[in-house]
């Protein structure tokens, strides 16, 4: 795992400063910028929307073929409306104080120790060695966190597997068929 202040100064170096174009927030081109949340994500989100968790998020739509023709995704995606998150208002985003991991660290992410940069107007920008490490700090806490939620993903699907002929979500707190 990689300290802090490397990492820091590995996305001082890129740069980087939010434009609020709003394109990270919506489809691009097909399929592009989902953002895939864990339960406790879908819970913290609801509760900043004062929704039901199922008015928030939907099945990630990339399914697997499970045994007895069942077929099965992992975790949820943030629904969208016409394209877009469908909290995004505006230039404003409606649950920022609970936005999922993804959207704290766009255009960042960690495959490993290497840091990758997604396409984003706002890079190159000039940033302070501070506000390097905060994004340095939740890129790492992200890390952990998706690690946390494949280990429990692995942990249901040693003792339980989507019902036949079912399409179920499989996260790390269960296996939840889905209807409709
Ligand atoms: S993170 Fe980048 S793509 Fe997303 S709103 Fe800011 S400038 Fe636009």
Redesign the pocket.
Known sequence: MRGVDGLAEEIRDVG??????????SEVSEGSNLVILSPAEVRRVAEAAGLPPGEVAEPYPEFLDGPEKSRYTFDWSLSRDEGHCRFLDG?RCRVYAARPWICRT??FMLEGDRLIVS?????GTEMTMEEARAVARALLERQAAEAAEEEGIRRVLSTASPPPGETAVVDSEGVWPVHG
């Open positions: 980087f400063r939010c434009m609020r174009c709003g394109a990270c927030c230039e766009y255009p396409e984003c107007p706002g890079i």
